[in-house]
Nanobody, 126 residues
Framework: QVQLAESGGGSVQSGGSLRLSCAAS????????IGWFRQALGKEREGVAA???????EYLDSVKGRFTISKDNAKNTLLLEMNNLKPEDTASYFC????????????????????WGQGTQVTVSP
């Protein structure tokens, strides 16, 4: 059974940086997508960034050029480097994985069939 555990959230001022980590365990499939979703108070959940088992990536338009997703296969860890953070990035961030989907539908259709971590809060003040 896949398990995910996020860490690295916190509070920063606008323009600051944070790094989120997700420790993953229990994978059984060779083909998967893993990524980050976020949900702000009063807003719908949205996919932020994702990477597949081949290393291809996909990003939400509003974070392109600011966020970078990567994975360390040896450590089974997913990372999200977030730079030039803005107040609108404030949200709970969730690590999510799903076996064998393509990147675009995984990131844009809600990953409802995936495994979700417990989430970590990111707060960006003006």
């Amino acid at each position: 059974q896949v398990q995910l555990a996020e860490s690295g959230g916190g509070s920063v001022q606008s323009g600051g940086s944070l790094r989120l980590s997700c420790a993953a365990s229990g994978y059984t499939g060779a083909s998967y997508c893993i990524g980050w979703f976020r949900q702000a108070l009063g807003k719908e959940r949205e996919g932020v960034a994702a990477i597949d088992s081949d290393g291809a990536t996909e990003y939400l338009d509003s974070v392109k050029g600011r966020f970078t997703i990567s994975k360390d296969n040896a450590k089974n860890t997913l990372l999200l480097e977030m730079n030039n953070l803005k107040p609108e990035d404030t949200a709970s961030y969730f690590c999510v994985t799903e076996e064998a989907p393509a990147l675009w539908p995984f990131l844009n259709l809600g990953a409802q069939g995936g495994v979700w971590g417990q989430g970590t809060q990111v707060t960006v003040s003006p």
